[in-house]
């Protein structure tokens, strides 16, 4: 049994900040949690995202159906049933703890991550609710919380991944104030955590290789953490280890991905996708399964499922026996080799892939727009700060030289007056003479650009382009 869970008394305030998960150390160390799929997963993450600093009670959290779909990873045609399957596996998957806040005798209390859950079509929204025997855990936190970014983790492909990760985050914080470089536990006491204690990892080499190491590649991708662990023997047996954690350089520090653009559909951990797969095997009719059951990767069998789903709902076939279907693309495959999707299906993902490269190049704009703007905003501010420097300073000894400077660069025309009726240097011409005569560098935004912070701009039809850059002279 997990070490019993105490409410503790508030100490310290949490910081603003926006898209962050703030859960209790409780919550994340001292109950046990349920291994969800990645679709529960991320709704249950992104939900805990919507949770704000101030809130003394949970609210109803509406979810648009773009943002639904860009959680999850699937179009808007399949978006009310994934989250139909969603939300019936979180008000099914069991959170367990002990609690014991005011008397010794200890309670063993089971809840559900929801309370409710409700879509209706058309209105463009699904709400949910959490369950309110959560609120200790995730309201009005004034101490002994973690702080973790939702963009790190929506992205993490399996219960293990997230779970260690929190483990990580919560240690990392601790270490902040104790000084430790590293956290040593028992084996035992991180299967039970991860809840990864099946017969099939009792050893250590299986469970470092089915959980430890998908799990580090998973963080090492996705988040701000890099970690490493070392098995700690007793009497020739691996019974503790020792975690090691550190910053990850490479993390993305752009927006979150999920914001603009869908997130890819990962894959559960092997385990599950072997039992996904030998189950949708036999759902289909197969009933010599277990024979071909290696006769392609996950990976691959995904490809055939998900070929097969798209021409029983995008295409004028009319399957009615999918697994013969499926069965007849198994055998246009030459035998271990890949397999090979329908011709429907590959234009279908060379559409996609079309249409992210679309987004992506969108993306690249928007940001080389943004880098311009701020360039042209720093520029102008320290244009207008010198000018106003350079008009205090000015004086009537230099009337001759502004004279002369505008016959040079003005036709001597009407319309052309360097100076007003009470005698005064006209500021539309003494500016610009003020720049070129003593901040000359000032004068041109491309100049500029390319000589204080070596990026190389061109102009197009009243635009800025970035043609080279040489160095981060605007942070982004």
Request: proline residues 5%; charged residues 30%.
């Amino acid at each position: 049994m997990l070490e019993p869970l105490i409410l503790k008394k508030p100490e310290m305030d949490i910081a603003e900040a926006e898209s962050l998960i703030a859960m209790s150390n409780d919550l994340i160390l001292k109950s046990q949690w349920p291994r969800l799929t990645i679709n529960e997963q991320r709704l249950i993450l992104y939900m805990l995202a919507l949770v704000e600093k101030n809130d003394d009670d949970f609210k109803t959290y509406k979810v648009s159906v773009q943002e639904l779909s860009n959680i999850l990873g699937v179009p808007n045609k399949d978006l009310y049933a994934r989250f139909d399957q969603a939300t019936d596996g979180l008000m099914g998957k069991i959170i367990r703890w002990i609690e014991a806040p005011y008397t010794q005798d200890e309670t063993l209390r089971k809840v559900t991550w929801c309370s409710s859950a409700g879509m209706t079509k058309g209105q463009g929204f699904v709400d949910l609710s959490f369950n309110p025997h959560l609120k200790p855990f995730l309201l009005a936190l004034k101490g002994h919380f973690t702080l973790y970014e939702l963009r790190a983790v929506i992205r993490l492909r399996n219960h293990y991944s997230l779970r260690l990760y929190q483990f990580l985050k919560y240690n990392e914080g601790m270490a902040k104030r104790k000084h430790n470089k590293s956290i040593m536990v028992p084996i035992e006491w991180l299967k039970e955590y991860l809840d990864a204690d099946n017969p099939s990892y009792a050893a250590y080499g299986s469970f470092r290789q089915k959980v430890l190491l998908p799990s580090q590649k998973d963080i090492e991708k996705n988040t701000d953490l890099l970690f490493d662990f070392k098995p700690v023997k007793t009497s020739r047996k691996v019974t503790s280890l020792e975690f090691f954690w550190r910053h990850n350089p490479d993390y993305d520090q752009q927006i979150m991905p999920f914001m603009k653009t869908p997130l890819p559909q990962e894959q559960a951990p092997q385990e599950y996708i072997s039992d996904a797969v030998g189950k949708q095997l036999q759902s289909l009719g197969f009933d010599d399964w277990q024979k071909i059951r290696d006769t392609l990767t996950d990976q691959d069998w995904q490809l055939a499922f998900d070929d097969l789903e798209y021409n029983q709902k995008t295409t004028d076939q009319n399957i009615k026996s999918p697994g013969g279907w499926l069965r007849a693309r198994l055998k246009s495959s030459q035998p271990g080799q890949s397999y090979q999707p329908s011709q429907a299906y590959q234009k279908h993902q060379k559409k996609e892939q079309a249409k992210q490269a679309k987004v992506r190049r969108e993306k690249k704009k928007w940001q080389e727009t943004q880098k311009i703007n701020r360039l042209l905003s720093m520029f102008e501010s320290e244009r207008d700060r010198i000018l106003k420097d350079l008009l205090g300073k000015y004086t009537s000894k230099q009337t001759k030289e502004f004279t002369a400077w505008v016959g040079e660069n003005y036709p001597d025309n009407d319309f052309i007056k360097p100076f007003q009726e009470d005698g005064q240097p006209n500021p539309m011409y003494l500016k610009p003479f003020l720049i070129a005569r003593f901040s000359p560098q000032y004068d041109s935004f491309i100049d500029w650009a390319q000589k204080v912070h070596s990026i190389t701009l061109k102009e197009e039809s009243g635009e800025y382009r970035i043609m080279q850059q040489r160095s981060k002279a605007v942070a982004t």
